[in-house]
């Protein structure tokens, strides 16, 4: 797919650990005329996430960057960030918290994604947990971050309610799904009011 430049979109960094479903998605939505942001880089800290073959495959500038000494990791990124322009960050199934230092950077300019009705459901396992529980709905959360995981203000969420034939992994699918819609309206919400 050919990639559209436009003058007033926001340049935009993806991080990520893993599949990156959500980076394939955030790309073929800034490739539309009317998208607000263009992929200007993705960020990964895990040199074999699936995910960085998506950046790849679009030509899109990716970096490893390996968290072991987490304040050097930090300090090169911001350095990656700033060499190119980036005035967003989405964070899309990112591993890692970022602290309060990297994070004063981009002040109401770092979003993330997350498969649960935050505040409820924190963390990993969250279909696992949903289940569990017994809850009668579950769904999918875009907010700013911060450097408490999974807090942060909330941005939109988007509701579903839980089938009798759900499992774990069927749970996970159907969210996913959502998430590929909610992340785009999410950003469009927000880049509104920049
Ligand atoms: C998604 O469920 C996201 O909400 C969570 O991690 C998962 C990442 O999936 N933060 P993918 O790598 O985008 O496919």
């Given at each position: 797919?050919?990639?559209?430049?436009?003058?007033?979109?926001?340049?935009?960094?993806?991080?990520?650990?893993?599949t990156?479903?959500?980076?394939?998605?955030?790309?073929?939505?800034?490739?539309?005329?009317?998208?607000?942001?263009?992929?200007?880089l993705?960020i990964?800290?895990?040199?074999?996430?699936?995910?960085?073959?998506?950046?790849k495959?679009?030509?899109?500038?990716?970096?490893?960057?390996?968290?072991?000494?987490?304040?050097?990791?930090?300090k090169?990124?911001?350095?990656?960030?700033?060499?190119?322009?980036?005035k967003?960050?989405?964070l899309?199934?990112?591993?890692?918290?970022?602290?309060?230092?990297?994070?004063?950077?981009f002040?109401?300019?770092?979003?993330?994604?997350?498969?649960s009705l935050?505040?409820?459901?924190?963390?990993?396992?969250?279909?696992?947990?949903?289940?569990?529980?017994?809850?009668?709905f579950?769904?999918?959360?875009?907010?700013?971050v911060?450097?408490?995981?999974?807090?942060?203000?909330?941005?939109?969420?988007?509701?579903?309610?839980?089938k009798?034939?759900?499992?774990?992994?069927?749970?996970?699918?159907?969210i996913l799904?959502?998430?590929?819609?909610?992340?785009?309206?999410?950003?469009?919400?927000?880049?509104?009011?920049?």
């Amino acid at each position: 797919m050919k990639k559209l430049i436009g003058p007033n979109k926001n340049r935009t960094a993806v991080f990520i650990s893993g599949t990156g479903s959500n980076l394939k998605n955030l790309i073929k939505f800034s490739y539309k005329k009317k998208s607000p942001i263009s992929i200007e880089l993705v960020i990964s800290n895990k040199r074999k996430a699936k995910g960085l073959n998506f950046a790849k495959k679009n030509k899109i500038e990716n970096k490893i960057i390996n968290f072991k000494k987490p304040k050097n990791a930090e300090k090169k990124i911001l350095h990656i960030l700033s060499k190119k322009k980036i005035k967003l960050i989405c964070l899309a199934g990112f591993m890692i918290i970022l602290s309060r230092n990297f994070l004063k950077n981009f002040r109401g300019k770092i979003l993330n994604i997350h498969p649960s009705l935050l505040p409820k459901y924190k963390g990993l396992n969250t279909h696992k947990k949903v289940l569990a529980r017994n809850e009668k709905f579950s769904g999918c959360t875009v907010h700013y971050v911060t450097s408490k995981l999974d807090s942060g203000k909330i941005i939109l969420q988007k509701k579903i309610r839980i089938k009798s034939t759900d499992t774990e992994k069927k749970l996970k699918k159907r969210i996913l799904n959502e998430e590929h819609k909610l992340y785009p309206k999410a950003i469009n919400k927000i880049l509104t009011s920049f």
